[in-house]
T-cell receptor, first 109, second 116 residues
Framework: EDQVTQSPEALRLQEGESSSLNCSYT??????LFWYRQDPGKGPEFLFT???AGEEKEKERLKATLTKKESFLHITAPKPEDSATYLC??????????FGTGTSLTVIP | DAGVIQSPRHEVTEMGQEVTLRCKPI?????LFWYRQTMMRGLELLIY????????DSGMPEDRFSAKMPNASFSTLKIQPSEPRDSAVYFC??????????????FGAGTRLSVL
């Protein structure tokens, strides 16, 4: 059965304290892995897509990486405005999307 | 573009009533997705359409739920009759047709449904 697991469920960081969020997946026929950011009361907002192991994407303080079993979202020197829930999703054969339950990130000034 | 537009933003209804949620996808997108989000289960895909045709409705929880896409610019998700356990945030998303890996989904702001 296709499965996506994110950890930790919640993470509190001091401003400037770098860390990583994990998204592990067990799927057949991975076609892409997506990272989204969700702010309270809003819909998920697209951040990155990764398609093959070894691929990396960067945007400001965020960097996403992909291996054959998991993806990491690295946050370097986070700021309070980075506080949000970060969701990962996998696209598998048949155009099925599966979302993880997310990591709630709080960055304390 | 205004993005994916959902209405209403909030809906409060009583158990047994019919609820209709509406979605206008991004112009030019031909895939549309309905999701339900709860604290316990996260985002769950209910159904998705490609070129207005339902492709996979295996996520629709039961026969009380139905979805339609009469044209490329409009979709509805209907719950009849509604039950308290249907309370959740319902999201609509749209994307370009799968191809070349360009499957980025763009989400609406969601409809928060409360069934009393």
């Amino acid at each position: 059965e296709d499965q996506v697991t994110q950890s930790p469920e919640a993470l509190r960081l001091q401003e400037g304290e770098s860390s990583s969020l994990n998204c592990s997946y067990t799927v057949s026929g991975l076609r892409g892995l997506f990272w989204y950011r969700q702010d309270p009361g809003k819909g998920p907002e697209f951040l990155f897509t990764l398609y093959s192991a070894g691929e990396e994407k960067e945007k400001e303080r965020l960097k996403a990486t992909l291996t054959k079993k998991e993806s990491f979202l690295h946050i370097t020197a986070p700021k309070p405005e980075d506080s949000a829930t970060y969701l990962c999703a996998v696209l598998v054969a048949g155009n099925q999307f599966y979302f993880g339950t997310g990591t709630s990130l709080t960055v304390i000034p | 573009d205004a993005g994916v537009i959902q209405s209403p933003r909030h809906e409060v209804t009583e158990m047994g009533q019919e609820v209709t949620l509406r979605c206008k996808p991004i112009s030019g997108h031909n895939s549309l997705f309905w999701y339900r989000q709860t604290m316990m289960r996260g985002l769950e895909l209910l159904i998705y359409f490609n070129n207005n045709v339902p492709i996979d409705d295996s996520g629709m929880p039961e026969d009380r739920f139905s979805a339609k896409m009469p044209n490329a610019s409009f979709s509805t998700l209907k719950i009849q009759p509604s039950e308290p356990r249907d309370s959740a945030v319902y999201f609509c998303a749209s994307s370009l047709a799968p191809g070349g890996g360009k499957n980025i989904q763009y989400f609406g702001a969601g409809t928060r449904l409360s069934v009393l």
